[in-house]
């Protein structure tokens, strides 16, 4: 999800912003912020190399308050705000209030085209309301098996690697097989189709996400890349990340092409029929035809297919591998949710053994999801003029407080994930810690303060809240549930071995001094008893 990098895009609607706020009736309210800094960059260099950005956020959120003024790229500024109050209102008014930034919105249609994404207000409406109903829980509940087919495809490989070490463990890079897993179920569960990455097959789509993490260490490359979509000429220069880019864009479309096609052909035929027909894909599709004025035009399908794949792809995978680098991290922990998926005895986790039968599963992945959000921040740019309420007073640049922050129209206001996922005001001294527990007991008491799904936004909130948790937690619980079961996984160099963070289209976690994003992992075989 690239709106996430999104300073680049506040560049160009910066410019726009200057010209527009001269006419503006009301002024934002003049806040306090971090000023020393990289003329070129801003803080983002500082905020998007850190290991732990919301660490920064929560730095400023003591030194100048719960709203402060950061400055960006060129001269560029946008607003942080740090309090639950604030945040639950911003999240309100997503797509009318507060939109995508001009650089974000022709990125996404350039790359993915105009799908939900992309759509604002009464489009946005619009194109929620036809696809909502393809992940209804009685959908997900359906596509199960496609998660349990691909952790035993997993399982495969993984005992073939270990048989042919003749060794009793092996050393496996978690992180590319989380890649392959959660590509293959998206495939096959969102549209049908089988990529067969877990079987080794080298698709385009691996390539080209692979080829991203090298492209995006390089930091010209990945401004080159983020503005290419806005200035074309850019996107003749022969820089690696424009050849992926392109490559990228031509994949999606003939992926998308080819999906459509099956999907549409199947619906006649017997052949695939079972697999496309359950899938999300699929499911479109058929209420495609239904003829009723919520039809998606086939763009808009396309669309939504790439954005599916977008979204879905590198959320779940990098959750799955940071759960997996935590329980590494504290083998107690591992044991206790090996010893809780025993009471399965040997049946394949079932929908109701996931949403109710497995508490501690829950909470493992709720935790991962709260310590570890895969995406980090949200920016946007306010389409009006707004007022946003605060819970604490806010300190303007003068030294008054206030409750309420003016915002004209073409402010930008980033909601920081990372830190409201974590902030020790909030979630208290081991806020920092990987506790599980503490979704077991009322020890969170103090997130309660923050709206959300499970009082975090790592699933943002509002209307563009995602679309796909219930997809995304059953794939995470099931294929987390099934590597506990056979798996038992340790760190390298043990559980201190240091971890850091790995730029790629959304950060990731890698072992310190990899090659590329890898977290290589031991990882032994447990017989069945
Ligand atoms: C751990 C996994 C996931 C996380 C943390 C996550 C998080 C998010 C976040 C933060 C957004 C808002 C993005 C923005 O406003 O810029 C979002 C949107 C979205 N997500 Fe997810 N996501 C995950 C998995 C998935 C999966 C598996 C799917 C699909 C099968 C999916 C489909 C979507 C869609 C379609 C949207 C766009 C919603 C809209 O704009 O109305 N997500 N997701
Ligand atoms: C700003 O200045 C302070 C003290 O001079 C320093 O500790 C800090 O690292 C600086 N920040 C940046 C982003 O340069
Ligand atoms: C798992 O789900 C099945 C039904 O799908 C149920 O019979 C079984 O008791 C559940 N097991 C646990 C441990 O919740
Ligand atoms: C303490 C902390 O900030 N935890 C995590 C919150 O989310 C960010 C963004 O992914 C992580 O980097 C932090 O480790």
Not at 129 to 137: E, G, H, L, Y
Not at 402 to 430: Q, R
Request: aromatic share 10%; hydrophobic share 40%; glycine share 6%.
């Amino acid at each position: 999800m690239p709106p996430v990098q999104a300073v680049f895009f506040i560049v160009l609607s910066l410019l726009v912003v200057k010209t527009i706020s001269h006419f503006g009736r009301k002024r934002t309210t003049r806040l306090r912020g971090p000023k020393n800094i990289s003329l070129i960059f801003g803080f983002y260099r500082h905020i998007q190399e850190r290991d732990d950005p919301g660490v920064v956020y929560e730095k400023w959120a003591e030194e100048y308050g719960p709203a402060y003024i950061v400055p960006g790229p060129f001269g560029s500024k946008r607003i942080v705000i740090c309090d639950p109050k604030a945040n639950a209102h911003f999240y309100s008014r997503e797509t009318y209030g507060y939109v995508q930034t001009k650089l974000a919105r022709v990125f996404i249609e350039k790359l993915f085209g105009r799908g939900l994404l992309w759509a604002e207000g009464d489009s946005h409406k619009r194109q929620r309301k036809a696809i909502t109903p393809a992940f209804s829980n009685a959908a997900i509940r359906r596509l199960s098996t496609v998660f349990h087919d691909s952790a035993y495809k997993m399982k495969d490989a993984w005992d073939a690697i270990i048989d042919n070490e003749k060794a009793d463990h092996s050393i496996i890079d978690v992180q590319k097989w989380m890649n392959h897993v959660s590509l293959d179920s998206i495939g096959i569960a969102g549209f049908g189709h089988d990529f067969r990455a877990l079987e080794g097959r080298n698709t385009p789509v691996v390539d080209v996400f692979d080829s991203f993490d090298d492209a995006n260490t390089d930091f010209f490359s990945r401004i080159i890349f983020f503005l290419g979509p806005v200035f074309p000429t850019l996107q003749n220069l022969p820089t690696r990340s424009n050849r992926m880019l392109r490559r990228l864009r031509e994949t999606m479309g003939r992926i998308a092409d080819e999906l459509l096609e099956r999907s549409r052909q199947a619906k006649g035929g017997k052949e695939d029929t079972v697999t496309v027909d359950k899938s999300i894909i699929g499911l479109l599709v058929k209420s495609e035809n239904v003829g009723t004025q919520l039809r998606m035009s086939s763009e808009e399908v396309l669309a939504q297919m790439n954005t599916l794949l977008l979204a879905g792809y590198e959320t779940t995978s990098i959750s799955l591998t940071w759960a997996l680098i935590e329980l590494s991290r504290q083998l107690d922990k591992q044991q206790k949710l090996r010893d809780e998926i025993a009471s399965l005895g040997n049946s394949d986790p079932s929908w109701e053994n996931i949403t109710s039968g497995l508490p501690y599963l829950d909470a493992v992945v709720h935790e991962i999801l709260r310590l570890h959000p895969p995406v980090t921040e949200t920016t946007r740019i306010a389409a009006e003029e707004d007022i946003i309420p605060f819970n604490c007073p806010i300190t303007t640049a003068d030294g008054t407080t206030t409750d309420t922050l003016v915002v004209a129209k073409g402010t930008i206001i980033c909601s920081p994930i990372a830190y409201l996922n974590t902030s020790e005001a909030l979630w208290g001294p081991d806020s920092r810690d990987f506790v599980p527990e503490r979704w077991l007991d009322e020890r969170f008491g103090g997130a309660k303060e923050v709206q959300g799904y499970r009082h975090t936004l790592t699933f943002s909130e509002g209307p563009r809240v995602c679309l796909g948790r219930t997809f995304a937690l059953a794939e995470f619980k099931i294929i987390l549930a099934m590597m506990i079961r056979y798996y038992r996984f340790e760190l390298p160099d043990g559980p201190e071995t240091p971890i850091v963070k790995h730029p790629s289209i959304l950060p990731r976690p890698k072992v310190k001094g990899c090659e590329g994003g890898q977290v290589p992992l031991k990882v032994w075989r447990i017989e069945a008893a």
